[in-house]
């Protein structure tokens, strides 16, 4: 299995542009996670995903922040319109789900590099 | 909010020292996990703690939660260069798959 993907891996962008951030999880996998890291506020869980559907999306910072899953295998998070506070890692993270409920690992992608000009 | 905090922020240690790192948590945790980040890399899960005071074992580290399930440790024995990254705890918030992740320990080994 390749692992998460995620697309692009930099991206160099001028405030108020649009940015689309991509993901592929593991197939068969669950749970779809999408995660911001920065120094100041380290790793934050912007919005997760169970089979498709948006379960909570506490974390996302404003209305510029969307996020989609349009089938198991694809899901993107836009920004619109993008401002420098926004330059951060994002990281994409999946995880499968036990028959008995409980909690697994998630499988983090190598991020996607976002500086916002 | 639920905050996990993690202590200390950094640690340089010499080759063959020990490492230890705490997490601490303002709310009881259903479980927790310890994920490891190599400089420009991403999170990779170490291990997962379920039940109260439960204690495991990985080679030379270590992993201890708490009695109340609010706290937990990693302890790494005779660090080594390979070592080297972020520890981060993560903690799951009952009834959620949500998990918070700690504010991290980034560890230094000097050879």
């Known amino acids: 299995d390749a692992g998460v993907i995620q697309s692009p891996r930099h991206e160099v962008t001028e405030m108020g542009q649009e940015v689309t951030l991509r993901c592929k999880p593991i197939?068969?996998?669950?749970?779809l996670f999408w995660y911001r890291q920065t120094m100041m506020r380290g790793l934050e869980l912007l919005i997760y995903?169970?089979?498709?559907?948006?379960?909570?999306d506490s974390g996302m910072p404003e209305d510029r922040f969307s996020a989609k899953m349009p089938n198991a295998s694809f899901s993107t998070l836009k920004i619109q319109p993008s401002e420098p506070r926004d330059s951060a890692v994002y990281f994409c993270a999946s995880s499968p789900i036990l028959l008995t409920g409980s909690s697994y690992e998630q499988y983090f992608g190598p991020g996607t590099r976002l500086t916002v000009t | 909010g639920q905050q996990v905090m993690q202590i200390p922020q950094y640690q340089h240690v010499q080759e063959g020292e020990d490492f230890t790192t705490y997490c601490n948590s303002s709310?009881?945790?259903?479980?927790i996990q310890w994920y490891k980040q190599r400089p420009g890399g991403h999170p990779v899960f170490l291990i997962q703690l379920v039940k109260s005071g439960e204690v495991k074992k990985q080679k030379r580290l270590t992993f201890q939660f708490g009695e109340a399930k609010k706290n937990s440790s990693l302890h790494i024995t005779a660090t080594q260069t390979t070592d080297v990254g972020t520890y981060f705890c993560?903690?799951?918030?009952?009834?959620?798959?949500?998990?918070?992740f700690g504010t991290g320990t980034r560890l230094k080994v000097l050879a």
């Open positions: 197939s068969g996998h669950d749970y």
């Open positions: 709310t009881t945790l259903s479980n």
């Open positions: 995903f169970n089979n498709n559907v948006p379960i909570d």
């Open positions: 993560a903690g799951l918030l009952s009834g959620t798959y949500k998990y918070i």
